[in-house]
């Protein structure tokens, strides 16, 4: 069987086919290229958008947690003391923005004193100082020690009241002298722990107290 001349217009016309074809295939890569090359776009975009969002975000909780310690700091009070000249009294001190509005001093019960309020800014000896003798009473009349008190206190911040509470350690010493025999005298005024009871002023004590031999 001899093969039969092909038609010139049949292979013409299979060729644009297969050219078209294989066009059409060209166009589909660079229409799935393109497409990926979009949509890796809008995902860096987006994740772009998302970092920027997220460090936007981290700053501004950063300059809030900034901005809350600087209003607790500015409006913390701490409680400090200087002595009178003669030791007769400790002078709490306040500053233009924290004014002091009313303080009251809780003693260890052994002592028996009870809680007194102060609304001159100060504490006085003369509230104690009977009962603390009798309490480091025997040995040398030359004696220093430290006093646990309980100090519940009122300031001003700006026009807000607030409160603050610590028991503090009064530093005292006593001294011997004729005719009135020993005396006490107020040196200073430190924290010894925020916060504080009864109970837990009444341990302090028992535990730092003078012993009557010393």
């Known amino acids: 069987m001899s093969d039969q001349p092909r038609d010139p217009e049949l292979q013409v016309a299979a060729t644009e086919?297969?050219?078209k074809a294989e066009a059409a295939a060209t166009r589909r890569r660079w229409i799935n290229l393109g497409e990926f090359i979009a949509v890796a776009g809008l995902l860096i975009a987006g994740g772009s958008l998302y970092l920027n969002w997220a460090d936007?975000?981290?700053?501004?909780?950063?300059?809030?947690?900034?901005?809350?310690?600087?209003?607790?700091?500015?409006?913390?009070?701490?409680?400090?003391?200087?002595?009178?000249?003669n030791g007769t009294a400790l002078l709490l001190a306040h500053d233009d923005r924290h004014a002091i509005r009313d303080a009251s001093v809780t003693f260890p019960t052994a002592l028996g004193v009870g809680t007194k309020d102060t609304v001159a800014d100060t504490i006085d000896r003369g509230w104690f100082d009977h009962a603390l003798l009798k309490a480091t009473?025997?040995?040398?009349?030359?004696?220093?020690?430290?006093?646990?008190?309980?100090?519940?206190?009122?300031?001003?911040?700006?026009?807000?009241?607030?409160?603050?509470?610590?028991?503090?350690?009064?530093?005292?010493k006593t001294e011997g002298g004729?005719?009135?025999?020993?005396?006490?005298?107020?040196?200073?005024?430190?924290?010894?722990?925020?916060?504080?009871?009864?109970?837990?002023?009444?341990?302090i004590w028992a535990g730092q107290q003078p012993k009557a031999k010393d």
């Open 137 to 172: 009473d025997g040995g040398p009349d030359k004696k220093t020690g430290r006093l646990p008190v309980l100090i519940a206190l009122t300031y001003w911040d700006g026009d807000t009241p607030r409160t603050t509470r610590g028991i503090y350690d009064i530093g005292w």
């Open 56 to 85: 936007h975000r981290a700053d501004e909780a950063d300059k809030q947690v900034a901005s809350i310690k600087a209003a607790r700091e500015q409006s913390r009070f701490d409680i400090r003391a200087a002595p009178a000249s």
């Open 17 to 19: 086919a297969v050219a």
């Open 178 to 203: 004729f005719p009135f025999g020993r005396s006490v005298k107020l040196e200073s005024l430190r924290l010894h722990e925020l916060g504080g009871t009864q109970k837990r002023l009444d341990a």
